[in-house]
């Protein structure tokens, strides 16, 4: 399954495939260009980079007790 390009305007904030490319370079997605010129994303990499990038914010924003024993 491929995001729609409705997702894919959700995602990047834009409508140009060129635009949608280099956001997508920038935030280090996998994706190939169709025939048609626009970017395809998979859904399953999607997910996969939407969770790390969640869990890499609750990680920044909650502290590491573990070495205090606590």
Do not use: N
């Amino acid at each position: 399954m491929l995001l729609s390009d409705e997702d894919l305007l959700g995602l990047t904030g834009f409508v140009r495939p060129s635009k949608q490319i280099e956001w997508l370079c920038r935030e280090g997605f996998t994706f190939r260009i169709g025939g048609d010129g626009h970017p395809k994303v998979d859904r399953a990499h999607y997910d996969k980079m939407m969770g790390a990038a969640s869990g890499s914010a609750r990680r920044k924003t909650e502290p590491d007790f573990s070495s205090m024993g606590v």
